[in-house]
């Protein structure tokens, strides 16, 4: 169903901040498959970049057999490929973590997918040659800015290990939803990583560099590290794919329903494999049923539509769980992994309905 050029709703970004701009996507109000780049979510360290001649330059080098600076024309007269992904932050539902977790409080809508097309990073690196050194491939971007935590300024930058920056469907895009990039988004080029939280698909890119040590950032060693602890740091481990994970999207948390029949409807996307199932309980989890799973394309990353026509004839107050299930055997438990900086929450999906 996509509600949002229903006279019913003109739905709007739902804003955390605006300088640095952080806005969610209205995801309860919007179409099933690519999400309109107007309500595409925003998440951003810093202000907007200020970008010249300069920007329209991407320099590769380092470990490499010849460094080399691709012209954005140039990469955008090269073989092109296109791919469907979720985009997600990290951070998205850190709202719901209990213990409360310190940073942007996103609910549901840091979450997207767009139709995003651009040249294969490994395609670069071919004309390039890679080192046997070469251990990461390290992105910088255009954007700086002070930190909290830390003195000194810092452009946005994150590093990917050779293997994912070799996959094909690691891209340098200058499409989102067949126009040019826009400049919240990353124009003139960004990286997008299929299947990594939204963190790794670094925005404005000013350079890149393979390097052969382990980058160590802020934003690659301070955030984005899943720290299980809240006064210690043991157990650290990087913040990577995309774990499995729904919502439902109708009806809405703390409705009031009659009694008819109602379509439950919702997402479920996750970064390794695919989805195979969409369960709701009625019953706090003791049962499961089946939703049906559609409008998902074969080549995609993008996520699954699921929908469930619920009967109720009792009135009264009923609790609704979804959870789904992947293909690498990975399921959606009832607790989420609690994490000191509120990263990757995916515990089974809960609303309450009054049926009246
Ligand atoms: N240069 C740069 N790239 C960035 C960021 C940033 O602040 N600066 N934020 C990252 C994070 S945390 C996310 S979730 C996504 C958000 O992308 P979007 O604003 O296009 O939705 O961009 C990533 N790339
Ligand atoms: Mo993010």
Known sequence: MDLSNSYLNKPNLKTLSLDTENQETPIHFIT????????????????????????????????VNTPLTF???YLRSMPGRSIVSVLECSGNKRAYFNPKTYGDQWQDGAISQGIWKGVSLSNLLNLTGIKNTAKEVLFIGQDQGTRTDLDGIFNYAKSLPIEKALHEDTIIAYELNKSIIPYEHGFPLRLVVPEWYGMASVKWLKEIQVIDYKFEGPFQTIDYVYYPNKYNDKGAVPVTTIKINSIIKQPLNYSLLDTKTHEIFGIAWTGSGTITDVELSFDNGSTWKKTNLYGKSSQSYGWSNWR?????????????????????????????????????????????????
Not at 39 to 63: A, C, D, I, M, T
Not at 314 to 325: F, N, P, W
Not at 326 to 346: F, T, V
């Open 308 to 356: 469930y026509l619920w009967e109720v004839k009792d009135k009264g107050e009923y609790t609704i769980m979804c959870r789904a299930k992947g293909s690498a055997g990975n399921i959606q438990s009832l607790e989420a992994i609690w994490n000191r900086k509120g990263y990757g929450y995916n515990a089974v999906y809960t609303i309450h309905v009054k049926v009246e």
């Open 32 to 63: 099933d498959g690519i999400t309109p780049t107007k309500y595409f979510y925003r998440r951003n360290h810093f202000s907007y970049p200020n970008l010249n001649q300069q920007s329209l330059l991407l320099p590769v080098y380092g470990e």
């Open 71 to 73: 012209p954005y024309c």
